[in-house]
């Protein structure tokens, strides 16, 4: 069965730094793009970035020049490093992948989400 954990999270002052993992296991054949995505309390889940097999990152306007996406194709494992955090990255960050993987013998493609984790900004 295909699962996203994410790891990383925690408790960090502003203008202090963290990096975030999502690995993808069971039966993961390729993961054609992977993303970030966050959700603060009482908004709405957000696009952080992304990166597709074959092609760089992007990132949503608010956190350009400050977070990085990378991934380990070798180990299905995507990066967030996170630098200059602020009170208003405080969120439940989420990874989700485009996956290619097999069940029963049959390759299959199908999205799927982690269960999150949190990040907290102090100021």
């Known amino acids: 069965q295909v699962q996203l954990v994410e790891s990383g999270g925690g408790l960090v002052q502003a203008g202090g730094s963290l990096q975030l993992s999502c690995k993808a296991s069971?039966?993961?054949?390729?993961?054609?793009?992977m993303a970030w995505h966050r959700q603060a309390p009482g908004k709405e889940r957000e696009l952080v970035g992304g990166?597709?097999?074959?092609?760089?990152?992007n990132y949503v306007d608010s956190v350009k020049g400050r977070f990085i996406i990378s991934m380990d194709r070798t180990k299905n494992t995507m990066y967030l490093q996170m630098h200059g955090l602020k009170p208003e990255d405080t969120a439940v960050y989420y990874c989700?992948?485009?996956?290619?993987?097999?069940?029963?013998?049959?390759?299959?493609?199908?999205?799927?989400w982690g269960q999150g984790t949190q990040v907290t900004v102090s100021s």
């Open positions: 990166i597709t097999n074959g092609a760089g990152a």
């Open positions: 069971g039966g993961i054949v390729v993961s054609n793009s």
């Open positions: 989700n992948a485009d996956v290619m993987f097999t069940r029963n013998r049959n390759l299959m493609t199908s999205n799927f």
